[in-house]
């Protein structure tokens, strides 16, 4: 990639499987599209315009859920949103299993604050999770573009490019950036989180 934004030395970031772990930078391009106001869709490709992944669910219904799938249609990843908190949180769950079986849970850290930012913590974790997080993402106010952090060190970038005519049509667009041996299904799994979150 050009101008690389990437520390050295950060160590292999593996939550959904190390298959979706690439020894080298990867960029993605996101396609968004509402289906008539009641499902919500994402196809992700490379550069080379080959599919990884794909994400859907319904828009309008009170306990948000978004199923992550490979290209195939195989189920990899489900999220789901308690929606009736007032802070926003997020399980994801491996394949279509329940909510019981979690990978990872994603929070908001505070609705109030100017700038977009929430906290993740893997479900495997040893130590008291109210102390830290294992991951955060930071955003912009207002904008879907970010940053996601292990530590301090940046492993994906998102931006969003948006236009009021690709938003009246239902359609929006995000270029992604992720880090050498960062899993990219747990970096789509965090933006669809942040795009829902946000909206």
Request: aromatic share 8%; no cysteine.
């Given at each position: 990639m050009e101008n690389p934004m990437w520390d050295d030395g950060i160590p292999m970031v593996s939550v959904v499987g190390d298959s979706f772990c690439v020894p080298y930078g990867l960029e993605m391009i996101v396609k968004k599209k509402i289906h008539g106001f009641k499902k919500a869709h994402y196809d992700v490709y490379d550069t080379s315009g080959n599919m990884l992944?794909?994400?859907d669910g319904?828009?309008?219904k009170l306990q948000k859920k978004r199923v992550m799938r490979d290209p195939s249609g195989l189920p990899l990843l489900t999220m789901r949103c308690k929606s009736f908190k007032w802070?926003?949180?997020?399980t994801v769950s491996p394949g279509e299993s329940s909510e019981e079986n979690v990978l990872f849970k994603v929070e908001e850290s505070n609705p109030l604050r100017l700038k977009t930012r929430l906290d993740v913590f893997l479900e495997d974790?040893?130590?008291d999770k109210k102390n830290h997080s294992d991951f955060h993402v930071n955003g912009r106010f207002n904008s879907l573009s970010f940053k996601v952090y292990r530590g301090k060190s940046?492993?994906?970038q998102v931006n969003h490019h948006y236009s009021w005519g690709s938003f009246c049509k239902g359609k929006e667009n995000f270029r992604?950036?992720?880090?050498?041996e960062v899993d990219y299904s747990f970096i789509m799994a965090l933006l669809v989180i942040l795009d829902e979150?946000?909206?």
């Open positions: 992944l794909q994400v319904n828009v309008w802070k926003k949180e997020w974790k040893k130590s940046a492993i994906a992604v950036k992720v880090h050498p979150v946000d909206n």
